[in-house]
């Protein structure tokens, strides 16, 4: 019986591989993208503030003694640098054998772990983590991780509680953050934004300028503004029939904010705050450690130390306890 030559029984039929990856999670890092960057020089890097006098009115009589004047003192505020790690093992044969969408696979890794290294990072900036310094040991070395403390707990008097329950506002200097007793959280409103941008501007010389939110935030914040109920909104169809829905500007009574989103963050918290006054102090940029091959497989150790710097914590707001 002859035989039928099908695609089934064809073994020389060569496969279909793309010779490409895809590859489609978000390697942005929002918050840390928009501020600053600073050098540290030691593990716990410092930093001075200092305040104006509340004004008064006041008059001084002809020929008057001289009286010393008041005045706030200035303080110094600290934060821990924090060490962050990606491994990297790859054998000697994957290295070389004809790969899909790379020619080097350890090129490839190294690439792969630099960017799930700075999403690591950004995820604790936006997160609830305070500065913890590493126990000492007998003979001064260190054991445990340092913790470096986030943008939450370099928040201070500009805080506001979208829903319900007492708000007990941080310190601001890095060693606690924002709480409420148990209440219901709360849909954000224009009148929390206005509060926060009230607080910072009524006190400070800081001007918020981002607005940083979850995604579903930034969606239900549209929707807010959308809704027109005692917004004023106005809806802007060009020529061409576009409807636009986001919203990426509030124009505030004290100037205008960019409202962005934060595919890292959570939904319970929107950060407001002045981006110049913020800031990344490295104390050693991301670098690979050199670690002898481990029998017939490449291996590496990236690292990256650095801390966050808030250089005045009343010029940073935050809204928490809001829900969607």
């Known amino acids: 019986m002859a035989t039928n030559f099908t695609t089934s029984n064809a073994i020389s039929q060569r496969e279909d591989l793309a010779n490409w990856i895809s590859n489609i999670s978000r390697d942005m890092t929002p918050f840390m993208s928009s501020i600053g960057k600073s050098k540290a020089t030691a593990t716990t890097h410092e930093w001075t503030t200092d305040t104006l006098q509340a004004p008064s009115t006041q008059a001084a009589a002809e020929a008057s003694d001289y009286a010393v004047s008041t005045s706030p003192v200035m303080t110094r505020l600290t934060n821990i640098t924090q060490i962050f790690t990606k491994g990297i093992n790859v054998s000697g044969t994957l290295e070389a054998v004809d790969k899909a969408g790379r020619k080097s696979e350890f090129k490839y890794q190294s690439e792969k772990r630099g960017k799930e290294m700075q999403r690591d990072i950004e995820k604790t900036l936006v997160g609830s983590q305070v500065k913890t310094a590493s126990a000492s040991a007998s003979g001064n070395i260190q054991s445990g991780a340092r913790l470096m403390g986030a943008y939450k707990s370099y928040t201070q008097t500009a ?10 506002k941080a310190t601001g200097d890095g060693t606690d953050v924002p709480t409420w007793t148990t209440g219901a959280a709360a849909a954000i409103t224009l009148a929390d934004i206005n509060e926060v941008l ?17 995604t579903t935030q930034k969606v239900a914040f549209s929707t807010l503004i959308n809704a027109g109920t005692g917004t004023n909104v106005r809806r802007n169809i060009d020529e061409r029939g576009k409807l636009r829905q986001s919203i990426d500007l509030y124009e505030s009574d004290f100037g205008d ?19 110049s006054f913020l800031a990344m102090a490295s104390l050693r940029p991301t670098h690979f450690r050199d670690i002898n091959e481990a029998g017939d497989a490449l291996r590496s150790y990236m690292v990256q130390e650095l801390t966050f710097e808030a250089k005045n914590p009343e010029g940073n707001g935050i809204i928490v306890n809001a829900t969607v």
Do not use: F
């Open 257 to 275: 904010v960019e409202v962005k989103h934060n595919y890292i963050m959570g939904a319970s918290e929107i950060l407001i705050y002045d981006p």
């Open 198 to 214: 009230r607080l910072t501007n009524g006190s400070t010389t800081a001007a918020p300028s981002i607005v940083m939110m979850s």
């Open 159 to 168: 805080c506001v509680n979208a829903g319900a329950g007492t708000l007990t």
